[in-house]
């Protein structure tokens, strides 16, 4: 037996598709939301961005701690003495 074929249901047009909340916010609102949201994303990079520093600057003062700690410079120093001779 052959397998019975459906006829496609026919696509709407654009007519008859729902209306988004694109469209049915003025262009006014629109670019404010834009804005908005432009401003959000660029508030986030730089709150990144200092966190990155602050970061940064946190890694660089123990590393400049640990330099000065006798101990932490006798332990993770190489061995090998002969080569200071």
Same mark, same amino acid.
């Given at each position: 037996m052959a397998a019975k074929r459906r006829p496609a249901a026919p696509k709407p047009a654009a007519q008859d598709k729902a209306a988004t909340l694109k469209d049915l916010l003025s262009p006014e609102? =629109?670019? *404010? =939301? *834009? &804005?908005? &949201? @432009? @401003? =959000? *994303? &660029? !508030? !986030? &990079? /730089? #709150? #990144? !961005?200092?966190? /990155? *520093? #602050?970061v940064e600057e946190a890694r660089r003062a123990e590393r400049k701690r640990l330099e000065n700690d006798f101990e932490y410079l006798l332990n993770n120093s190489s061995m090998d003495w002969k080569k200071y001779k």
């Open positions: 609102v =629109l670019s *404010k =939301l *834009k &804005a908005q &949201a @432009d @401003d =959000l *994303k &660029a !508030e !986030e &990079a /730089k #709150r #990144r !961005e200092e966190e /990155k *520093k #602050r």
